[in-house]
């Protein structure tokens, strides 16, 4: 029933992509979700090479599925993070946080499959016309770095304007997400936020427990001023933020106020002062549970809620 353009594309049993989550998302996450039967993603984020070798190759102990590495192009070590994607072979990259155009070449002649994350159908089409492979149309509800679009909106205006798959992300989080997003258009979904609080992901516990409470509005967004905005879960540091741009702080002031919270939330667990990045979807998470599990069900959930709607209504779909 989930044989997509996607499944094709990158050699897998179910069209998930896990999101490539800054100091989140490492081998071991990554591998679980592979393992699974989707993609998982090894996060760049702003680390040297050299630790997204190790990690690469730690992967490779631990899953012979397809993987890959999510590169956010604004890091500091963009470049060399590029050839590594050639130097390792690794099949898959996305990227977020600027134009991979002069990476693509190189890529494509490596044999990468490449996979922008994109916030607008501008950029879609932008991203198409330089090779992408596939896209990822993320909408504001997603965690970490948004855009404005929500993905009801967004999603179906990628999917009319493009030919190459396209793959939905931001609000995701069960079967009836999953529905919806084939629904508007897509091909495929990336999850990042229900990964959190799965049984791999290498987080403090209390960033896990902050998912798990979370209610439908303990979520904020920070950072508009500086062109980045960020969405977290509701803390005394997303207040502290929130007043810094009311009080007409400059973007380079606000950015040295948030250097290391992402840290302080991944590692240190720490409630006051960690920036715990997570999409308004959290609220629906209840449990912590393994990869292979919520993956199942995602896809399981969605399979019956099709299969409901086909029967009741008399609509067949694919």
């Not at 977020?96 to 990476?103: E, I, L, V």
């Not at 607008?120 to 198409?128: C, I």
């Not at 902050?210 to 920070?222: F, G, N, P, R």
């Not at 449990?287 to 029967?311: N, S």
């Amino acid at each position: 029933m989930f044989k997509t353009r996607v499944t094709d594309l990158l050699g897998v049993e179910f069209p998930i992509l896990q999101g490539g989550m800054a100091w989140v998302a490492d081998a071991g996450l990554a591998a679980a979700v592979s393992n699974a039967g989707g993609v998982g993603l090894i996060a760049g984020g702003s680390a040297p090479a050299e630790y997204v070798r190790e990690q690469i190759r730690r992967c490779r102990t631990l899953t012979d599925k397809p993987f890959g590495v999510n590169i956010m192009l604004m890091s500091p070590h963009a470049a060399d993070l590029a050839q590594l994607m050639i130097d390792e072979k690794v099949p898959v990259v996305t990227t977020g946080a600027g134009s991979p155009g002069k990476y693509m070449e190189g890529w494509k002649a490596a044999g990468i499959k490449i996979i922008p994350v994109i916030p607008s159908v501008a950029l879609a089409r932008r991203m198409e016309r330089m090779g992408a492979d596939a896209l990822v149309a993320e909408g504001c509800e997603a965690g970490g770095h948004i855009g404005e679009i929500t993905t009801m909106c967004l999603v179906p205006q990628v999917a009319d304007a493009v030919d190459i798959p396209v793959i939905a992300a931001g609000g995701i989080a069960d079967g009836r997400g999953v529905a919806a997003a084939l629904m508007l258009g897509a091909e495929g979904v990336q999850v990042g936020t229900r990964f959190l609080a799965s049984c791999e992901c290498n987080i403090h516990d209390n960033y896990k427990q902050l998912v798990l409470a979370a209610k439908d509005t303990d979520s904020a967004v920070t950072g508009r001023m500086t062109g980045h905005p960020v969405r977290s879960v509701r803390n005394k540091f997303t207040r502290k933020l929130a007043d810094f741009e009311k009080n007409g702080g400059t973007p380079e002031e606000f950015e040295e106020l948030s250097v290391g919270s992402l840290r302080k939330a991944v590692v240190d667990g720490d409630k006051e002062n960690g920036s715990f990045m997570a999409g308004q979807i959290a609220g629906m998470v209840q449990e912590i549970k393994p990869c292979k599990q919520i993956v199942q069900e995602l896809f399981g959930d969605a399979g019956e809620l099709i299969k409901h709607l086909e029967q009741k209504r008399g609509v067949t779909i694919g």
